[in-house]
């Protein structure tokens, strides 16, 4: 029998950008020899044996991930917890627009606020 696929994402990393590598590993906790392990990504085979190396990701590699971990002597099954990865876009790319936008409206809220002072003690 197989029991307990669980899967390691190497580097531990909270974030994960376009042109980084990870590597996925499948483990079983209990399993007689020999142990075959197959990769899913979003449902899909994708590849075969202990390590899921992939190199250079990108926004496509987002999704969730699975291991099966097969005994080739009675075929019984472990299926993996679904590991979510999400690539994003480096975020200082970003967030210099809204850093901008905010900054503009605070100097218009500021003239604003100037103009209707002097306005009010012409008056």
Partial sequence: PVTN??????????Q????????LRCSVQVGS???????LHNGQEVARGP????RAIDVGHSGTYQC????????HQALSPELEVKVTL??????????VGGA???????MG?????????RV
């Fill in 5 to 14: 696929a669980t899967i390691t994402l190497i580097p531990l990393a909270h």
């Fill in 16 to 23: 994960l950008h376009p042109g980084d590598s990870m590597t």
């Fill in 33 to 39: 020899a020999p142990v075959t392990f197959t990769w």
């Fill in 51 to 54: 390590l899921l190396e992939l």
């Fill in 68 to 75: 099966v971990a097969t005994n080739q002597l009675d075929g």
């Fill in 90 to 99: 480096w975020g200082h790319r970003d967030t210099v627009p809204a850093g």
């Fill in 104 to 110: 503009l409206f605070f100097l218009l809220l500021l």
């Fill in 113 to 121: 606020v100037i103009v209707a002072w002097h306005r009010w003690h």
